[in-house]
């Protein structure tokens, strides 16, 4: 049985990593590469780094930030923020990052996923996606509309409708960070989640709304993830990642042990 990853995220601001509730009211929470190497050291299984700046300022991911992760853990991780191009997506590759991480580009131009996993194969590809629950069905059959630029424009794309177009088009994994569930630590959005990962033939991440333990053995078994993002629950101490892992082992849910 393939084991469930747990991937720490790290959203970055001007050179140091912050956190806080739908893109809002941010604080300060350390040094990208120091908690890179702790983590890695830690046992978590991949990283993921978000520059959420990078595009409202007009360029591209910190390459520097990228390489010196790349130098400081043993473990793969991917980036996004601030990708723009085919060019972009090289020059994470070539620093050191094994994913990169396309959202709002991809929503305003799907060739960017079709190009990118011709050139660098899909297992480079993620689709970032930021769904929001609406009521209005006739026109959003799954129940969730894609939003874009940090939730702050919606689309009228249908959530489920999107992801298994971009799995046509090549990505190779989709993560499905829920806007109602962002930051709020109260658990992942179950209903969301299980309909991509039971809809797609890619691994599916689920993002937005861990608080503890039992939200990741949830989203794992009822929500069939194949791999969950954290952030506030390790960033803050409250958890290790191996509390996280023995707890989810005792659960029942496959991880896997580096210790």
């Avoid at 990228?66 to 853990?73: D, K, L, P």
């Avoid at 033939?201 to 078994?221: C, D, I, K, M, N």
Wanted: aromatic content about 6%.
């Amino acid at each position: 049985m393939l084991t469930k990853r747990i991937i720490p995220c790290k959203d970055v601001r001007g050179g140091r990593v912050t956190k806080g509730v739908r893109f809002q009211n941010n604080v300060d929470l350390g040094d990208p590469v120091a908690m890179a190497a702790a983590y890695s050291s830690g046992g978590c299984d991949e990283l993921v780094f978000y520059d959420i700046t990078a595009s409202a300022e007009g360029r591209g991911i910190d390459l520097g930030m990228v390489r010196a992760v790349a130098g400081a853990v043993n473990i793969p991780f991917a980036v996004g923020g601030g990708i723009s191009s085919l060019a972009d997506i090289s020059a994470a590759l070539l620093a050191g990052a094994e994913k990169v991480s396309v959202n709002s580009l991809a929503v305003l131009d799907p060739s960017i996923i079709s190009e990118g996993a011709k050139a660098f194969g899909s297992q480079c590809i993620v689709l970032g996606m930021d769904p929001v629950k609406v009521d209005d069905t006739a026109r959003f059959p799954s129940g969730y509309e894609i939003t874009i630029r940090g939730f702050r424009e919606r689309t009228g794309i249908d959530a489920l409708e999107w992801a298994l177009r971009a799995e046509a088009l090549g990505a190779g994994e989709i993560v499905v960070n829920s806007v109602d569930a962002d930051g709020g630590r109260s658990g992942f959005e179950l209903n969301l989640t299980r309909l991509v990962s039971t809809s797609v033939g890619v691994p599916v991440v689920a993002s937005g709304g861990a608080g503890t333990p039992r939200h990741l053995a949830e989203v794992f078994t009822a929500g069939r993830a194949d791999a969950a993002i954290v952030a506030s629950m390790v960033h803050t101490g409250q958890y290790t990642i191996r509390q996280i892992k023995e707890s989810l082992r005792e659960a029942g849910v496959p991880v896997r042990m580096k210790w």
